[in-house]
């Protein structure tokens, strides 16, 4: 079984037990103030496998196991098929972790902020996946076609707008930072990554 759909398993499976648990949800989500006041670091993790309802949930397993297989395929080539599941592994948990430190930082002193799911994680999957295919199209809300260095992109400038702007319930500092973290592991795991997206970018663009 692929490290992905392991992923997906048990991400679901701890969803399914939160929607119906609301002690386990409250237990298990991101909260800034309880991790600061209690020493609570496990939900820097824990976050990462509950979700706010169902369509939340289906989407982000949706994008991981569209995005996850072809990175973790990857990562089998580069790094032999032991490494490679434990690496992808290690990319995943290691993302979903650091995505969460930034919110951290912002809100530890808000007893009202909270945040759940496995989206910063899964936006570092989709960047390792640009890394890997700049020029790759992808939909964009399931409907426009969109290269996937200019969706990267705009991702990020969006991200960044709208985590300033506040106001949202979404949690975009975890987006911003889970994609541009994942980057960052991917290419400390393999330098030599860099090297093949920058000759990819350049050769294999649409013109």
């Known amino acids: 079984m692929s490290i992905t759909l392991l992923l997906v398993i048990v991400t679901s499976l701890i969803s399914y037990q939160a929607f119906n648990n609301p002690v386990l949800f409250q237990k298990l989500t991101h909260n800034p103030y309880l991790v600061e006041r ?11 496998f509950v979700h706010a309802d169902w369509m939340h949930l289906i989407i982000n397993m949706y994008v991981l196991y569209q995005f996850g297989l072809f990175v973790e395929h990857k990562f089998l080539f580069y790094f032999g098929d032991l490494m490679g599941r434990l690496n992808f ?3 995943y948990l290691l993302t979903m972790l650091l995505s969460d430190i930034p919110s951290y930082l912002k809100h530890r002193n808000n007893p009202q902020f909270s945040s759940v799911g496995a989206s910063g994680a899964v936006s570092g999957i989709i960047f390792v996946f640009v890394l890997f295919q700049p020029w790759s199209i992808l939909l964009l809300f399931f409907i426009i ?9 705009g991702y990020l400038i969006y991200s960044s707008w709208a985590s300033r702007r506040g106001g949202s319930r979404i949690n975009h500092d975890a987006h911003f930072y889970g994609a541009i973290f994942g980057l960052l592991i991917a290419l400390a795991m393999k330098p030599a990554l860099f090297s093949l997206f920058w000759d990819r ?4 663009g649409l013109f």
């Open 38 to 48: 209690n020493k609570e670091y496990y939900r820097f993790l824990s976050s990462g």
């Open 89 to 91: 592994l290690i990319l």
């Open 145 to 153: 076609p969109v290269p996937a260095i200019i969706a990267a992109v």
């Open 201 to 204: 970018l350049l050769h294999s």
